[in-house]
């Protein structure tokens, strides 16, 4: 069985940041069965339905893994920041500390309304 290359995205990254990366992986998965997996512009994205719904990336700056929102800015949650992107946010994560998994699910689920409620259109 060979590698592909969204394994290979988690297995290049050091601990501990790629148990977070996998840990996030999974959290998302579980949200709905229709969130999917898939490697898109070079990172590993989750789609709903076939939408692109989130992704998992490490801040170049401060080198803290995060869940990106791709319609971020649709959402307002305090732990969600939008530096200089017009329509994504980001939550990021300190990888030596445990993950805000309730937090995360919350901000997940606000984003998946987006979908299943039809403000995002899915096929």
């Known amino acids: ?18 148990s977070c990366l996998l840990a996030l992986r999974e959290i998302i998965l579980k949200q709905d069965d229709a969130v999917t997996a ?3 512009y070079g990172m590993p994205f989750f789609c709903y339905k076939g939408k692109m719904f989130c992704y998992l990336w ?5 080198l803290q893994p995060y869940i990106g929102i791709v319609e971020g800015q649709r959402i307002e ?4 920041i939008i530096e200089k992107r017009a ?14 998994v309730k937090t995360i699910e919350a901000v997940l689920k606000q984003a998946l309304e987006l979908y ?8």
């Open 58 to 62: 490490v801040h170049k700056k401060v």
């Open 116 to 123: 299943k409620t039809g403000v995002i259109k899915v096929k």
């Open 77 to 80: 949650h305090p732990n969600l």
């Open 1 to 18: 069985m060979s590698l592909t290359q969204l394994d290979n995205f988690y297995l290049q990254k050091d601990e501990p940041v790629r």
């Open 38 to 40: 898939a490697w898109k």
């Open 87 to 100: 329509r994504m946010k980001i939550m990021l994560f300190d990888a030596e500390k445990d993950l805000p």
